[in-house]
Every structure is written in structure tokens, then in C-alpha cells.
């Protein structure tokens, strides 16, 4: 990892003052994000993707730093909670790596669900990884695994994971994968519970946003959702 990656690693935060408190659930839904391909079409039209929903900031990346798309489907259709918009890996598809998203935030987080579908064709298996600190570094909290199988949107499977009880996580790792591609599912309404820092430790979140600005590629994009 870079000496930037390494500087953001440096502004893990402290939890320190009064205990932290959990924030309401917020999810993000893509659907405010500028949408760069579609069925059949996969350009890569993203290489980093930063969402905001109320308090939170998420950072979207690949492990390999290789492009990704925000899809828009209207037919065959996404399920009706999806909207018509998703995270779509579906660039460079055959080209057999192991890649992944990371989703980074800029609050720690307790709990995470994510939505995953596919149209078919392929038998594939949802899986998410958490992190202690930003882009899948530190300490392995935890895992979650679900077999999808050779079903089709609209319909879709959910992978949650709930931390263990004193513990938090800053990222996760997370692909729906076959046999045959690393990474092959589109992936929406990734919800998420965060720890809301005390003073004087919110001041550390901060600088970790500023750092994760810092990495945005010239393709990169913004998106600020409402809570």
C-alpha cells in the first residue's frame, strides 16, 4: 500500500471521552450517483466513488484501484426497492482477477447489509469481509456468506453482518463470485449502522475524510445522497 494509504491508516480513531453512542440506520441506494453504463455496456466509468447520507461518507474502490460502473436498468428490470441504479463490477470481466469492492466510511460502523443480484446464467455466491481500519487493512472483524445460485433479478439476496460486541469496523471487502468470475454481482442499498464519535475524537474522523479525498482519481466521482 502507498504512504498515502499508510497516512490514512495513521488516522485510526480513538475512541476516548464519553461512551459512543449508535446512529440511526441510513442506506445507500446509488441513485443519485452519475450512472456510466448499462446492460451489455460496461465502459468504466469510475475508478473511486464517494457517497454522503446524512452524517456518513462511504468511499467506493476496487482492490486492484481497476474501474467499476454505477449501472441504470430499466429493462429486465431491478427489483422495485432498488430503483434502477447498482454498483456494477462488470469491467474487465474477463480478465480472471481477484478483485473486490472496498467500501470505506468515515464513521466507524457496527453493522452493514448489502443487496445483491445478477440475471442469471452463472451460479454465484455473495460474500462481504469487515475491517478494522480503511480499505480492507487492519484487523479481520468478521465475515458473512450467501449462496445466490442461478437465480435472476428482480430478485436478490441479502448478506448482513452484526459486529461483536465492543468492536467496530472502518470498511468491507465484498464481491458475488462464481466458479468461473471474481466478481460478477451487482451490489445496492448498502445500509449501515455507525458509532457517532464523542468529542474530542471527532475531530480524527475529519482528517480521515480529508485523507480518503486526497486518493480520488481523475475519474472519480461525487454523490451526495439525502438522509
Known amino acids: 500500500m502507498t504512504r498515502l494509504a499508510a497516512l490514512c491508516m495513521g488516522m485510526a480513531i480513538v475512541l476516548t ?3 459512543p453512542a449508535r446512529a440511526d440506520l441510513v442506506v445507500f441506494d446509488f441513485e443519485e450517483c452519475a450512472a456510466t453504463s448499462e446492460r451489455f455496456v460496461h465502459p468504466g466509468g469510475h475508478e473511486f466513488l464517494e457517497c454522503s447520507v446524512g452524517m456518513i461518507t462511504m468511499f467506493v474502490t476496487r482492490n486492484d484501484w481497476a474501474p467499476f460502473d454505477v449501472i ?3 429493462q429486465p428490470a431491478f427489483a422495485p426497492q432498488w ?3 447498482a454498483l456494477d463490477p462488470w469491467f474487465g470481466w474477463e480478465t480472471p482477477t481477484d478483485n473486490w469492492f472496498i ?3 468515515s464513521l466507524p460502523l457496527t453493522y452493514v447489509r448489502l443487496q445483491f443480484t445478477d440475471f442469471g446464467q452463472d451460479s454465484d455466491t455473495a460474500c462481504l469481509m469487515a475491517y478494522s481500519s480503511l ?5 479481520f472483524i468478521g465475515d458473512a456468506t450467501a449462496p445466490w445460485g442461478t437465480a435472476s433479478s428482480p430478485g ?3 448478506l448482513e453482518y452484526n459486529a461483536p460486541a465492543d468492536e467496530s469496523f472502518m470498511s468491507v471487502m465484498f464481491r458475488g463470485y ?3 468470475l471474481s466478481n460478477s454481482m ?3 442499498n448498502i445500509a449501515v449502522e455507525s458509532i457517532i464519535i464523542p468529542e474530542p475524537a471527532s475531530a480524527s474522523v475529519l482528517g480521515v475524510g480529508l485523507c480518503l479525498l486526497a486518493v480520488r482519481r481523475r475519474k472519480s466521482h461525487r454523490c451526495i445522497l439525502q438522509s
Request: charged share 15%; net charge negative.
Open 17 to 19: 471521552g464519553s461512551p
Open 72 to 74: 441504470e436498468v430499466t
Open 83 to 85: 430503483g434502477t441504479r
Open 103 to 105: 467500501a470505506s466510511f
Open 135 to 139: 480499505f480492507g487493512l487492519g484487523d
Open 156 to 158: 436478490f439476496v441479502t
Open 178 to 180: 462464481s466458479t468461473v
Open 186 to 188: 451487482y451490489v445496492d
